[in-house]
């Protein structure tokens, strides 16, 4: 079992990150009777998986609902087909942007100054 700060030193992520992340229903811990939080060693892959699904735009209350659908290191049914549509839906914001990015400028250029 790990205590919160040797989970933090393994995963590089602050304590008040991790306690955050428990808040947020994305992790777990058992507590002692003094109420120390003790996690289990595997909790550093999820806390990982967590950091890759934050970094590639994804809200708590989505990660909270894909975390139970990994199967060890690997993607299930669920979560690959929802990060397939959620990179779909961001494809499309970002052409979106692109295009308004484009008439931006074509106006910038286009109005005398």
Do not use: W
């Amino acid at each position: 079992m790990l205590r919160i700060g040797e989970l933090s030193e393994a995963t590089g992520v602050s304590v008040r990150l991790l306690r955050y992340y428990e808040q947020q229903h994305l992790l777990t811990s058992d507590r002692t009777t003094n109420g120390h939080r003790r996690y289990t060693p595997d909790t550093a892959d999820a806390v990982h998986r967590i950091r890759l699904l934050l970094d590639a735009g994804l809200p708590t209350s989505i990660i909270r609902k894909v975390i139970p659908c990994f199967e060890g290191s690997r993607l299930n049914a669920c979560v690959a087909a929802y990060l397939d549509d959620h990179l779909a839906d961001m494809t499309d914001r970002l052409l979106t942007l692109q295009a308004k990015r484009e008439a931006l400028t074509n106006l910038i250029t286009t109005i005398p100054r």
